[in-house]
């Protein structure tokens, strides 16, 4: 049963998570933080004890969430170990690093990765954000799913092979598409057209996706094979070369995916 929390890292997942914690009534123990400024300003939220050193952690936690940058991950748990038990439960939340990057360091590991792009000046509602657990351990598989469902009304429980393919998803449907649109931001910048005039068109696609399969719902030239348009468009593009190689590959890729669907 998780009641004591202790959180390793004060950014954006931390800082939701803690304070999503704390409403749900639990005890936050501990914020440790690299930089104890920031540890004291989480830490006031969630009437924690802040600190910039691990070993100053209590260790009678029931769950260590580690949520710093995935780089330092690794670093976190080998200097962890030196002051907790090993049969201290710790998790990352992480959708990209291994579950097993806690396994040479501690007997009882998981994951908890919330499916949303969180940021420290947008608040959420936490009880939207999807929660994947990953645990070899069926026991604190139940306990991090009694944990989470008190966070989340949505949560998963995937395997590793699942969540490596489910951040690759998501780097597709968030970053990737993020980035189209600072390409279609930067063209209409450059020739003075109001970029709002597009976030209808954005914001109706976006909402088309809860009711409709993606593939379905597939408009533009490469879809229609309108050789013609796609030939302009690249012409527009003669001066920015990456952005043409992209959308050359975008467009083949389409036609590709819909000669499937037609087969």
């Not at 989480?42 to 050193?53: E, H, I, M, R, Y």
């Not at 026991?139 to 009304?153: A, D, E, I, Y």
Request: glycine letters at 2%.
């Amino acid at each position: 049963m998780t009641e004591k929390i202790a959180f390793i890292g004060s950014g954006n997942v931390a800082s939701h998570m803690a304070e999503a914690a704390f409403l749900q009534g639990y005890e936050i123990t501990d914020i440790w933080s690299r930089r104890l400024e920031h540890a004291q300003l989480l830490a006031s939220k969630v009437k924690s004890t802040p600190t910039d050193q691990l070993q100053q952690l209590h260790t009678d936690a029931d769950l260590y969430i580690i949520a710093v940058p995935d780089d330092y991950i690794d670093v976190v748990a080998e200097q962890l170990c030196e002051f907790l038990p090993t049969f201290a439960t710790v998790v990352h939340t992480s959708g990209a690093t291994s579950l097993h990057v806690l396994s040479a360091y501690f007997g009882n590991t998981g994951v908890i990765w919330p499916l949303q792009s969180l940021s420290l000046t947008k608040k959420v509602d936490f009880q939207e954000v999807p929660l994947c657990i990953t645990s070899n351990a069926p026991t604190l598989r139940q306990q991090l799913l009694s944990l989470c469902h008190t966070l989340s009304r949505k949560v998963q429980v995937i395997n590793e092979d699942q969540k490596q393919i489910l951040h690759l998803a998501a780097v597709f449907a968030n970053n990737f598409s993020n980035h189209m649109y600072t390409i279609a931001h930067d063209l209409c910048s450059e020739h003075r057209i109001d970029f709002d005039l597009l976030k209808p068109l954005i914001n109706e696609t976006a909402a088309k996706i809860s009711t409709e399969e993606p593939s379905h719902m597939q408009t533009g030239p490469a879809v229609r094979n309108d050789e013609k348009s796609i030939a302009t468009h690249l012409q527009l593009l003669s001066d920015k070369k990456s952005v043409q190689r992209l959308y050359q590959k975008i467009s083949e890729n389409i036609q590709t995916k819909s000669y499937e669907n037609l087969r």
